[in-house]
């Protein structure tokens, strides 16, 4: 099944503790992207990867770093997460960006406290 | 600054009805448009994609069309049923921004028996 598959999908932490978010596609896609969520703001984009090992900053990239090593994988890693970067984040990925729909994942919640 | 907004905000209908969700956006030179459904806790589902060239895009009961030169786009649903309930965004990806897609703030829809 062509999935987009993220994890963990719930995270309570606390401030100052690396997490890493792992976003899987098994659509052999080469464009990845990964955005959050908020009420009230809506989906913003945080960062975004044409393909492996090319990655550019989406709107809110601030205190976020990604890395695309394989075509699959395109973790998100908040080295010390904040309080303000509680959230809903979403992985998406299409075969080709602008012509093809993008895929989104069920999403992670994460709770930094 | 490009913006996508969507009315209305919320719209409760009774089984059977046929409605009518709109995107409007700021910019007329776009790639593409995206329709999405989210449930509660779920991601995104894609629903519809329109190319800047096309004009509509059906699929089953819906039918959404889009006027790059007045910036609107509508999602018309035939004979709503109970699950059909849910949360309806639109997004657009705007020609020079062709990595992202930007969001409206969605219509969330409640279709009751």
């Known amino acids: 099944e062509a999935q987009v598959t993220q994890n963990p999908r719930y995270l309570i932490t606390v401030t100052g503790k690396k997490l890493t978010v792992t976003c899987s596609q098994n659509?052999?896609?080469?464009?990845m992207s990964w955005y959050r969520q908020d009420p009230g703001l809506g989906l913003r984009q945080i960062y975004y990867?044409?393909?492996?090992?090319?990655?550019d900053k989406g709107d809110v990239p601030e205190g976020y770093k990604v890395s695309r090593k394989e075509k699959r994988n395109f973790p998100l890693i908040l080295e010390s997460p904040s309080p303000n970067q509680t959230s809903l984040y979403f992985c998406?990925?299409?075969?080709?960006?602008?012509?093809?729909?993008?895929?989104f994942g069920d999403g992670t919640r994460l709770s930094i406290l | 600054k490009q913006e996508v907004t969507q009315i209305p905000a919320a719209l409760s209908v009774p089984e059977g009805e046929n409605l009518v969700l709109n995107c409007s956006f700021t910019d007329s030179a776009i790639y593409n448009l995206q329709w999405f459904r989210q449930d509660p806790g779920k991601g995104l589902t894609s629903l519809l994609l329109i190319q800047s060239s096309q004009r509509e895009q059906t699929s089953g009961r819906l039918n959404a069309s889009l006027d790059k030169s007045s910036g609107r786009s509508t999602l018309y649903i035939a004979a709503s049923q109970p699950g059909d309930s849910a949360t309806y965004l639109c997004a657009v990806m705007f020609s020079g921004g062709y990595n992202k897609l930007i969001f409206g703030a969605g219509t969330r829809l409640a279709v009751h028996p």
């Open positions: 990867s044409m393909n492996v090992e090319v990655t």
């Open positions: 659509m052999n896609h080469e464009y």
């Open positions: 998406a990925s299409s075969l080709v960006v602008g012509r093809q729909p993008q895929h």
